[in-house]
């Protein structure tokens, strides 16, 4: 039975392949901070890594073009004054990334649209409530602007980010420390595993937990949970006698996993990567040479085993593209970007077909970058499932993307409003969300930065004309 379901499997020949040396990114010096955490995040115009940065921490943010050996002084995004541990990069907006680090705060960054020219120190929100290190980050699938945090001081909190106020604190739900924390596909429910050996599923909005389940995995070592799209939940975790395992759910009845699968004994952390549109689990063990990967279907044994990626370098981290930055025309159905000591190297998983048309089986339409709702709508109880878009003809980004951060100083403002004007299109949204007593409060404080900045700059256009005349003479 095992057989005959993966041999019908359209998934069973996938295939994984690194890409040649010169598509790699060279001499990255990979943060050696001690966190289960990827480290690296990706999405369809950027890869976002955490480096080593003495006094503070830091990241890369690269273009994906920008291959090949990466410059010592190539400028990183160094607002933070303690490690970073975590990145995540906003689904509805490509050039905004969230940060978490040990100097307990949260900082979320906007990134010019080529890349950085200069080191990025003004984040455009910071923010703050967490009294310990902040370990997870996590964007909401559907809604704009919100953003989860969960740190070592065993609490959850639900950010706005457009008006940089912590909406929901999950306190005394955790006894233990945090090691993993999932939404599921349209953001109503979180599932979060804990150092307590507990799985936990929560409805962030009305403080309660919904579900929970005691060692779920045996072992002491820290387990992984994360949300289907049929809404069942995969974890990974250890035996009592430290073997891997995963295992497969049904949050209305936890009292034994449908399916618990034991792997190999191990030690490194299992990263569950997911893929809702092909119900595919790829798992990265922290410290393993390899990627395996999974089929999760409602046929038994349920969660089947398609192959495994090899290679001779153990992994530090791995970012995992979203659907929408793949390349269809090669069936490539996701791709990984595996850290090492020194290096960053994508892997790109494929599945073999003689056919050079658009397979539709293997693609259906998947997650874009729209938000279904706005951060306010989310708050008080609205649930949506993601826009979808097609791949059929490639995933474009859009060229006039909204600002979707509300920022706090002078010059992030300047940018806003310059957005704003320049690559409005009728019938687009307003570019923060705000709420909308303080529009006009925030506009006249916006037009009054933009005189001040005008005024500034007409005067430095006085000084430079002077300092060039000043050398004129002296050339003479």
Known sequence: MFRRVVRQSKFRHVFGQAVKNDQCYDDIRVSRVTWDSSFCAV???????????????????????????????YPTVCGHTGPVLDIDWCPHNDQVIASGSEDCTVMVWQIPENGLAL??????????????????????????????SAGCDNLIIVWNVGTGEAMINLEDMHQDMIYSVCWNRNGSLICTTSKDKKIRVIDPRNEKITVEKDKAHEGARPMRAIFLSDGNIFTTG???????????????????????????????????????????????GKGDSSIRYFEVTEETPYVHFLNTYSSKEPQRGMGYMPKRGLDVNKCEISRFYK???RK?????????????????????????PDAALEAEDWFEGKNADPILISLKHGYIPGKNRDLKVVKKNFLDNKLAVKKKTENSVPGSKPAAATPSIQNEAKLDEILKEIRTLKDLIGSQDKRIAKLEDQMAKIAI
């Not at 952390?269 to 119900?279: A, E």
């Not at 960053?344 to 874009?368: H, N, W």
């Open 43 to 73: 999405n369809p115009k950027f890869v976002a890594i955490i480096i080593e940065a003495s006094g503070g921490g830091a990241f890369l943010v690269l273009p994906l073009h920008k291959t090949g050996r990466i410059d010592k002084s």
């Open 119 to 148: 080191p990025l120190s003004e984040p455009a929100v910071v923010l703050e409530g967490h009294s310990k290190r902040v370990g997870i980050v996590s964007w909401h699938p559907t809604a704009r602007n919100v953003l989860l």
């Open 238 to 284: 250890f035996s009592r006698m430290s073997e891997r395992q995963v295992a497969l759910w049904n949050p209305q009845n936890m009292d034994e996993p449908i399916a618990l699968h034991e792997l190999d004994s191990s030690n490194g952390v299992l990263l569950p990567f997911y893929d809702p549109d092909t119900n595919v689990v790829y798992l990265c």
């Open 339 to 341: 850290l090492q000591e």
């Open 344 to 368: 960053c190297e994508p892997i790109i998983m494929t599945v073999p077909r003689k056919s050079d048309l658009f397979q539709d089986d293997l693609y259906p339409d998947t997650a874009g």
